[in-house]
């Protein structure tokens, strides 16, 4: 995972590299995407610094959905380490490239995770946090899981993100445990404030379009992770409500995840804010920021 607070140094690559080789493909594309990513940490250590926060202590997550497995290895040679792929028919192939593709330029075979190597080389229960210069990528699912995919999903993913209903516990506890691999787990909480039949405003449905638990249930499900054997209950995640202003969802979020850590003290991961809304999710304590768009560019036609 890439942490924001090395907005400066960088990884080198490994000895016996050449750097002006290593992961370069494009070269084009790889001066965009330093410069992208160059960009992206500086707005999130200004957004940190803005809100009396360091910088060191947020994680960026690039969301690689969409784009090739040639602009992950390019952006882990600049520094990333984290990524999430949000549909698994696209992210097992793409791992298992960029898992080859890491291992070459490294010279360690397990470099990169994925291909049923979810988190090789990071210790089992451990924050994810691949010191700078180790090869190995952390995986996210950040999508809306199936159960019928969770199998699939856990060949690669070191992190789910979007769990919103009980009914999967069972199933990522079960394929966790097989795989010999603790799964980090956060809530996904759903924002979406609406006006009830008495016209009060405030009250949360989920959008059944974009998933989250209601939050008056998240308590249950938090115990019902927490319980699981082969899970770890990392925090929330959440997306800001579609037509709302950013930062009064990101409060309501804060508000759930301090409750949440109350009774769960590991669980103080708060994954929100994107390309769009990240200093508004700084400002109400995120602490991992899921960034795509301003980081790959523009994912025409795809939602």
Request: proline share 8%.
């Amino acid at each position: 995972m890439a942490r924001v607070g090395r907005v400066i140094a960088r990884p080198d690559p490994p000895a016996g590299v050449d750097p002006a080789a290593a992961g370069s493909g494009d070269p084009a594309r790889r001066a965009e995407l330093a410069r992208r990513l160059s960009v992206i940490e500086e707005r999130i250590a200004t957004a940190a610094r803005t809100a009396g926060r360091d910088p060191a202590g947020l994680t960026l997550i690039a969301v690689s959905k969409t784009y090739p497995a040639a602009d992950v290895v390019m952006l882990h040679t600049l520094g990333a380490r984290q990524f999430a792929e949000n549909r698994e028919q696209e992210a097992g192939p793409k791992v298992t490239m960029v898992t080859r593709e890491l291992a070459q330029v490294s010279g360690d075979p397990s470099a990169g995770g994925g291909d049923g190597l979810a988190g090789a080389g990071v210790a089992p229960g451990a924050a994810a946090d691949p010191a700078p210069g180790e090869p190995n990528v952390i995986w996210h699912f950040v999508g809306q899981l199936q159960r019928n995919k969770a199998r699939s999903v856990l060949r690669w993913a070191d992190w789910v993100q979007s769990v919103d209903r009980s009914a999967l516990v069972g199933v990522l506890s079960r394929l966790a445990v097989e795989r010999g691999r603790p799964l980090s787990i956060c809530l996904q909480v759903s924002l979406d404030s609406r006006s009830d039949s008495r016209g009060r405003v405030g009250s949360v449905v989920a959008d059944s379009g974009r998933g989250g638990v209601d939050p008056g249930e998240l308590p249950a499900l938090a115990d019902l992770v927490d319980e699981a054997p082969g899970l770890t209950l990392r925090g929330v995640m959440a997306v800001a409500p579609r037509g709302e202003p950013a930062r009064p969802a990101f409060e309501r979020l804060r508000a759930v995840a301090e409750r949440l850590v109350v009774d769960h003290p590991q669980a103080t991961v708060i994954s929100a804010g994107m390309s769009s809304d990240l200093e508004a999710a700084v400002a109400e304590g995120a602490t991992h920021l899921r960034i795509g768009t301003a980081l790959f560019g523009e994912r025409p036609g795809v939602p």
